[in-house]
């Protein structure tokens, strides 16, 4: 038996993303074994990726499915952090390429830029501080120039979007796969407004929300532009899947050979399309290793990240 921890919680894209994924792992290691999928979510990642370093035994039998957050976590040096991300070893991942956009509702009337700055106060959503969403959201927030933006966590991903319906939040910034999976008549029908959209990379457009204003569009100085490249790195990793420090070379070996294998695995493409509803853009593990290892690490646009990632007020610009 292989247990596979996921630092999400269930139901979410991050979830499908994982369950599109197994039974194609599963497939390509040798003996066929079991794989049992255990949810650790908590702290943007924090929690799983600390008992995946601290807790797991390193014999090849226990997988981490981790989200991009627990890489920025640890380069932006976060409280809570236990763990040395250049110590995991690394087994790929699905998909490279994403996009994060924010959206109000439309009952708030927000249906321009300029109304959007002019609002005073709004109420974004996540579901934890640390959380890839979470942080998306407050770099929109701080680009765009919101005034005065509060930001509330505790939710689960259907939590938030129960909340925006009630009126208990006034936005949130999500991942644009999972809002057109989970809510097409959002953008079909107009229940919500959309502002902006995150490339990642830069220049991949969205098939639907391409006509959005992407981020760089608000930067105004070179150093803003760092920034975002920065976050844009964390993110490239995509969601990577690694082994605890100190496992055996030979089991690692064949692990990430089955991951190369199921990544590869056409009828994986098509499972993944249909649960997720995006395409596989797979990163296999040398590659996910070097741009982990080659991640810019500047000290004071990492701190300037941090402070945008954190549970305080936005940076001044």
């Known amino acids: 038996t292989v247990t596979v921890i996921a630092s999400t919680s269930p139901a979410g894209t991050g979830d499908l993303r994982v369950k599109a994924l197994l039974p194609f792992l599963r497939k390509h290691i040798p003996g066929n074994p079991t794989l049992v999928l255990e949810y650790m979510d908590g702290g943007g990642g924090r929690k799983a990726a600390n008992y995946l370093f601290r807790n797991a035994r390193p014999d090849g039998l ?99 979007d ?20 989970r809510n097409p008549d959002w953008l079909d029908k107009g229940v919500m407004d959309f502002h902006a959209i995150m490339e990642v990379p830069k220049g991949a457009k969205h098939p639907r929300l391409g006509h959005l204003p992407e981020i760089e569009s608000f930067v105004r100085t070179e150093r803003e532009k760092k920034l975002l490249d920065v976050w844009r790195a964390f993110r490239a990793v995509g969601s990577p899947y690694l082994l605890p420090p100190g496992t055996p070379k030979e089991r690692a070996t064949i692990l ?62």
Do not use: C, W
Request: proline fraction near 6%; charge should be neutral.
């Open 62 to 160: 226990t997988i981490g499915a981790m989200s991009s957050g627990v890489i920025s976590l640890n380069i932006m040096r976060e409280s809570g952090v236990l763990y040395d991300l250049d110590k995991f070893i690394y087994l790929g991942a699905p998909e490279t390429a994403g996009h994060q956009t924010i959206y109000t509702p439309k009952e708030l009337g927000l249906n321009n830029l300029e109304k959007l700055r002019a609002k005073s106060g709004l109420r974004t959503g996540a579901q934890t501080v640390g959380h890839v969403s979470y942080i998306a959201g407050r770099f929109f927030a701080y680009f765009i120039d919101f005034k005065d933006p509060k930001f509330i966590a505790g939710y689960t991903a259907p939590e938030v």
């Open 162 to 181: 129960a909340a925006l319906l009630r009126g208990e939040l006034d936005a949130r910034a999500n991942a644009a796969v999972s809002v057109l999976r």
């Open 256 to 317: 990430q050979e089955a991951m190369r294998k199921a990544l590869k695995d056409d009828e994986m493409h098509r499972e993944f399309l249909k649960l997720v509803g995006e395409e596989v853009e797979p990163m296999m593990p040398e590659e996910l290793s070097k741009i982990i290892k080659e991640i810019p690490r500047d000290a004071e646009i990492i701190e300037t990240i941090k402070v945008l990632s954190g549970p305080g007020p936005l940076p001044r610009r």
